[in-house]
Protein backbone atom coordinates (compact mmCIF):
# COMPACT_ATOMS: atom_id res chain seq x y z
CA UNK A 1 0.00 0.00 0.00
CA UNK A 2 1.06 3.62 -1.06
CA UNK A 3 1.32 5.96 1.27
CA UNK A 4 0.23 9.43 0.23
CA UNK A 5 2.50 12.39 1.77
CA UNK A 6 -0.34 14.23 3.16
CA UNK A 7 -0.50 10.76 5.38
CA UNK A 8 2.52 11.23 6.78
CA UNK A 9 2.83 13.37 9.97
CA UNK A 10 5.89 15.39 11.49
CA UNK A 11 5.52 17.03 14.53
CA UNK A 12 7.75 20.41 15.33
CA UNK A 13 11.14 19.66 16.47
CA UNK A 14 11.36 16.51 14.94
CA UNK A 15 12.90 14.68 11.59
CA UNK A 16 11.63 11.95 9.34
CA UNK A 17 14.15 10.08 7.16
CA UNK A 18 13.65 8.34 3.58
CA UNK A 19 16.56 6.70 1.44
CA UNK A 20 16.28 5.74 -2.22
CA UNK A 21 14.63 8.49 -3.40
CA UNK A 22 15.13 9.81 -6.95
CA UNK A 23 15.64 13.21 -8.12
CA UNK A 24 11.80 12.97 -9.73
CA UNK A 25 10.61 11.82 -6.38
CA UNK A 26 11.89 14.84 -4.60
CA UNK A 27 10.54 16.68 -7.38
CA UNK A 28 7.23 15.27 -6.85
CA UNK A 29 7.47 15.70 -3.31
CA UNK A 30 8.31 19.11 -3.21
CA UNK A 31 5.25 19.98 -5.49
CA UNK A 32 2.80 18.24 -3.41
CA UNK A 33 4.25 19.83 -0.22
CA UNK A 34 3.79 23.41 -1.85
CA UNK A 35 5.83 26.60 -1.15
CA UNK A 36 3.73 27.73 1.89
CA UNK A 37 4.61 25.14 4.71
CA UNK A 38 6.51 24.83 8.12
CA UNK A 39 8.15 21.94 6.52
CA UNK A 40 12.26 21.83 5.42
CA UNK A 41 14.07 19.24 3.80
CA UNK A 42 17.99 18.39 3.07
CA UNK A 43 18.60 15.81 0.26
CA UNK A 44 21.72 14.34 -0.82
CA UNK A 45 22.27 11.49 -2.93
CA UNK A 46 18.81 9.98 -2.22
CA UNK A 47 18.63 9.92 1.21
CA UNK A 48 15.63 13.03 2.23
CA UNK A 49 15.33 14.47 5.38
CA UNK A 50 11.79 16.41 6.10
CA UNK A 51 11.99 18.42 9.53
CA UNK A 52 9.57 20.96 10.97
CA UNK A 53 10.97 23.40 12.86
CA UNK A 54 9.88 24.29 15.96
CA UNK A 55 8.08 28.24 16.95
CA UNK A 56 11.27 29.17 18.88
CA UNK A 57 13.29 27.92 15.77
CA UNK A 58 10.98 30.23 13.56
CA UNK A 59 11.34 33.42 15.59
CA UNK A 60 15.42 33.40 15.96
CA UNK A 61 15.24 33.04 12.04
CA UNK A 62 13.11 36.20 11.77
CA UNK A 63 15.76 37.89 14.17
CA UNK A 64 19.00 37.08 12.36
CA UNK A 65 16.96 37.97 9.30
CA UNK A 66 15.88 41.30 10.44
CA UNK A 67 18.98 42.26 11.73
CA UNK A 68 20.74 41.01 8.46
CA UNK A 69 18.53 43.49 6.51
CA UNK A 70 19.13 46.47 8.87
CA UNK A 71 23.39 46.32 8.26
CA UNK A 72 22.91 45.56 4.61
CA UNK A 73 20.20 49.05 4.43
CA UNK A 74 22.86 51.07 6.50
CA UNK A 75 25.85 49.82 4.38
CA UNK A 76 24.13 50.86 0.96
CA UNK A 77 24.42 47.30 -0.43
CA UNK A 78 22.19 45.54 -2.68
CA UNK A 79 21.03 42.60 -2.27
CA UNK A 80 18.19 39.85 -2.44
CA UNK A 81 16.28 38.05 -0.03
CA UNK A 82 15.41 34.30 -0.69
CA UNK A 83 13.92 33.07 2.42
CA UNK A 84 13.94 29.40 2.79
CA UNK A 85 13.71 28.82 -0.98
CA UNK A 86 15.15 25.37 -1.96
CA UNK A 87 18.82 25.19 -3.51
CA UNK A 88 19.44 22.16 -5.69
CA UNK A 89 21.07 21.10 -8.54
CA UNK A 90 20.09 18.21 -9.61
CA UNK A 91 23.99 17.17 -11.23
CA UNK A 92 25.31 17.01 -7.77
CA UNK A 93 21.87 15.59 -6.68
CA UNK A 94 21.91 18.13 -3.87
CA UNK A 95 18.92 19.78 -2.25
CA UNK A 96 18.62 22.05 1.08
CA UNK A 97 16.37 24.78 2.34
CA UNK A 98 18.29 27.19 4.69
CA UNK A 99 16.08 29.17 7.05
CA UNK A 100 16.92 31.83 5.45
CA UNK A 101 19.47 33.17 2.71
CA UNK A 102 20.68 36.02 0.98
CA UNK A 103 21.97 37.39 -2.32
CA UNK A 104 24.90 39.93 -2.13
CA UNK A 105 27.54 40.16 -4.21
CA UNK A 106 25.78 38.03 -6.74
CA UNK A 107 22.33 40.27 -6.28
CA UNK A 108 22.53 40.78 -10.30
CA UNK A 109 21.71 37.50 -11.15
CA UNK A 110 18.89 36.69 -9.57
CA UNK A 111 16.83 39.79 -9.86
CA UNK A 112 13.32 39.08 -10.60
CA UNK A 113 13.76 35.31 -10.13
CA UNK A 114 11.11 33.76 -7.92
CA UNK A 115 13.03 30.02 -7.92
CA UNK A 116 16.20 29.18 -8.23
CA UNK A 117 18.31 25.96 -9.77
CA UNK A 118 21.72 25.98 -9.43
CA UNK A 119 22.20 23.96 -12.45
CA UNK A 120 22.56 27.91 -13.98
CA UNK A 121 22.21 30.11 -10.65
CA UNK A 122 25.18 31.17 -8.61
CA UNK A 123 24.45 29.80 -5.19
CA UNK A 124 23.49 32.43 -2.43
CA UNK A 125 26.11 34.63 -1.19
CA UNK A 126 24.89 33.89 3.03
CA UNK A 127 22.87 31.18 3.65
CA UNK A 128 21.39 30.93 7.79
CA UNK A 129 20.68 28.22 9.46
CA UNK A 130 18.68 28.18 13.05
CA UNK A 131 19.98 24.89 14.97
CA UNK A 132 17.92 24.07 18.17
CA UNK A 133 16.62 20.53 17.49
CA UNK A 134 18.62 19.74 14.38
CA UNK A 135 22.36 19.38 12.63
CA UNK A 136 23.45 21.52 10.18
CA UNK A 137 24.04 19.29 7.01
CA UNK A 138 27.23 21.55 6.08
CA UNK A 139 27.75 18.62 3.28
CA UNK A 140 24.66 20.06 1.20
CA UNK A 141 26.01 23.56 1.22
CA UNK A 142 29.54 22.45 0.61
CA UNK A 143 28.64 20.66 -2.41
CA UNK A 144 26.51 23.12 -3.98
CA UNK A 145 29.43 26.29 -3.32
CA UNK A 146 27.20 28.52 -0.70
CA UNK A 147 30.37 30.84 0.23
CA UNK A 148 28.95 31.50 3.71
CA UNK A 149 27.02 29.67 5.83
CA UNK A 150 25.62 31.13 9.40
CA UNK A 151 24.46 28.59 12.35
CA UNK A 152 22.68 29.74 14.79
CA UNK A 153 22.80 27.41 18.21
CA UNK A 154 21.39 27.74 21.35
CA UNK A 155 24.85 28.87 22.15
CA UNK A 156 25.20 31.66 19.99
CA UNK A 157 26.31 32.33 16.24
CA UNK A 158 29.13 30.37 14.24
CA UNK A 159 30.62 31.90 10.97
CA UNK A 160 31.51 29.50 8.48
CA UNK A 161 33.54 30.33 5.41
CA UNK A 162 33.93 27.67 2.65
CA UNK A 163 37.91 27.37 1.90
CA UNK A 164 38.76 24.76 -0.86
CA UNK A 165 35.15 23.15 -0.58
CA UNK A 166 35.28 23.09 2.99
CA UNK A 167 33.73 25.12 6.19
CA UNK A 168 36.27 26.57 7.93
CA UNK A 169 35.21 28.50 11.40
CA UNK A 170 35.90 32.28 11.47
CA UNK A 171 35.18 35.23 13.49
CA UNK A 172 34.41 37.25 10.98
CA UNK A 173 32.11 37.90 7.94
CA UNK A 174 33.24 38.79 4.33
CA UNK A 175 30.02 40.31 3.78
CA UNK A 176 30.28 42.42 6.73
CA UNK A 177 33.65 43.42 7.06
CA UNK A 178 35.31 45.15 10.12
CA UNK A 179 31.52 44.52 11.81
CA UNK A 180 31.75 42.20 14.96
CA UNK A 181 28.41 40.12 13.76
CA UNK A 182 28.80 37.07 16.14
CA UNK A 183 28.81 39.56 19.19
CA UNK A 184 26.05 41.58 17.71
CA UNK A 185 23.77 38.94 16.60
CA UNK A 186 24.07 37.20 20.25
CA UNK A 187 23.19 40.29 21.87
CA UNK A 188 20.15 41.69 19.89
CA UNK A 189 19.37 37.99 19.72
CA UNK A 190 18.61 37.74 23.53
CA UNK A 191 17.46 41.16 23.65
CA UNK A 192 15.17 39.84 21.10
CA UNK A 193 14.00 37.09 24.09
CA UNK A 194 13.74 39.52 26.97
CA UNK A 195 12.52 42.63 26.32
CA UNK A 196 10.85 42.25 22.68
CA UNK A 197 11.47 42.33 18.85
CA UNK A 198 10.63 45.83 18.74
CA UNK A 199 12.68 47.33 21.10
CA UNK A 200 15.92 45.13 20.52
CA UNK A 201 15.63 46.43 17.10
CA UNK A 202 15.12 49.94 18.10
CA UNK A 203 18.26 49.40 19.94
CA UNK A 204 20.13 47.59 17.35
CA UNK A 205 19.00 50.30 14.73
CA UNK A 206 20.85 52.62 17.47
CA UNK A 207 23.66 51.09 17.58
CA UNK A 208 24.22 51.07 13.68
CA UNK A 209 23.68 54.99 13.32
CA UNK A 210 26.21 55.65 15.87
CA UNK A 211 28.42 52.83 14.81
CA UNK A 212 28.47 52.61 11.25
Known amino acids: MFLKLQQIIVKPGQQMLLQ ?3 WQQLENILEE ?3 KRAARI ?3 HGWLEIMVPLPEHEK ?3 YIGELVRVLLDKLQIDF ?3 GSTTLKNERMRQAVEPDTSFYIRNQAAIIG ?3 IDLNIDPPPDLAIEIDITSRTRFENYEILGVPELWRH ?5 EIYLLKEEKYI ?3 FSPNFPDIPIVELVNEYVQQCLTIGRSQAMRNFRDWVKNNL
Open 42 to 44: SYS
Open 80 to 82: EPF
Open 153 to 157: TQQGL
Open 113 to 115: KNR
Open 169 to 171: KSE
Open 60 to 62: DKE
Open 20 to 22: DIS
Open 33 to 35: MGE
